[in-house]
Nanobody, 118 residues
Framework: QVQLVESGGGLVQAVGTLRLSCAVS????????LAWYLQSSGKQRELVAT???????KYSDSVKVRFTISSDKAKNTLYLQMNSLKLEDTARYYC????????????WGQGTQVTVSS
């Protein structure tokens, strides 16, 4: 079983920066994809960025260049560095681990709120 706990959210002014962290309890597998999702009020959860066990990263078009996903295996922590924040980045951000092999292996954290003000 894997447990995920996000932190680092808060209130920030536009063009500011935040770094989100996701503490991972339990083991990850080489077939796992680690990801950040966001969910804005009244909208569906959407993918922000992913990183594979091999370090390959992917980003949504809306955050490409501004956000960086990374993982520290020694600390069992996933990060999302958020730069040049925009009002539309306001959302609850969720950490996710899912397996590319076993569909039942899909874990979520409780989320952390990011609010960007003008």
């Amino acid at each position: 079983q894997v447990q995920l706990v996000e932190s680092g959210g808060g209130l920030v002014q536009a063009v500011g920066t935040l770094r989100l962290s996701c503490a991972v309890s339990g083991s990850t597998c080489s077939s796992d994809i680690l990801a950040w999702y966001l969910q804005s009020s009244g909208k569906q959860r959407e993918l922000v960025a992913t990183v594979s066990s091999g370090g390959n990263t992917k980003y949504s078009d809306s955050v490409k260049v501004r956000f960086t996903i990374s993982s520290d295996k020694a600390k069992n922590t996933l990060y999302l560095q958020m730069n040049s924040l925009k009002l539309e980045d306001t959302a609850r951000y969720y950490c996710n681990i899912r397996s590319t092999i076993y569909s039942a292996r899909n874990f979520w954290g409780q989320g952390t709120q990011v609010t960007v003000s003008s």
